[in-house]
């Protein structure tokens, strides 16, 4: 009951498009906080029909990751809606970030004292978007980049009743997350890494030395994945090179359970940096993926899964 006297607080809170107009920033309040966001609804949207939250990561804006991942066209393409938040900026210089820095609160070291709750602005936001537009809450999902990543880890491991699969993008699960996320269900993971990435590291920062925060190797934290959702199987691939010049390639691995349908994926890109395939502008990363494509061709298959 609390909940629901909770969420209808939010509503009366939150301010709502007149229009479809996909290029204004929208404002949700959330624990007191002017929080913001875009929403874009393609023409081909039914009722009934996905959400997919993409996140930015830090120091990024909702503008930008909306630019980079190019996922309205997607959602064109799919006819799913697509929710662009906004992160908070940081409460104060740090060693590594100036105030004002947008962030996505997972427990860095540096907002150590930072008290937003990004969790309850997520899953809130969620919650009134699927009512405001007729969208299904059991097709709502998170991906997102970097720092971005790292939250959709976090939504992950506490909010699998809201989200029901994520895709995190160069991102990792800080140490916290990671030794606690076993208290709910599990849900379908698809991560895509580079093993040269130079900002989050493919093998991690176990014992802190950067100073960030202690977070997971990434293939400790899709085996973390791997077994929480009983995947038994595992397919592992090439994809077609077909951009040669771009100096790397991706090796799929697509691990699935016959327990539960679920699946885990992950996309170790050879030699890639910190980037959200192809890159952005004009294919500056790995040419052999689409990102955003393979993010939902997941999400649709989780759909499938579970017979919806």
Known sequence: MIKQILFLMMLLFATSCTKNNSSDMLMFESKGLKRNYYIYLPKSLKEGSPLVFVLHGLGGTAKGIREYSQMDKVADKYGFAVCYPQGTGGSMDTKYTKKGTNFWNVGYDVHKNETVDDVDFLTYLALFLQDKYNLDSEKTFCTGMSNG???????GCTSPNIFKAIAPITG???GW????CNENNPVPVFQVHGTADNTTYYEGDEDNSDKWGAYMGVERSIKHWVDRN?????VVDTLPDIDPDD????????YSSKENGNQVWFYKVINGDHEWPPGWPEKSGNGDLNTSEEIWKFFQEDIKNRGL
């Open 230 to 234: 009983n995947c038994t199987d595992v």
């Open 177 to 180: 997350i990671y030794n606690s």
């Open 247 to 254: 100096g790397s390639i991706v090796i799929t691995h697509k």
């Open 149 to 155: 990543g790292d939250m959709s880890y976090l939504l």
């Open 172 to 174: 990792c699960m800080m």
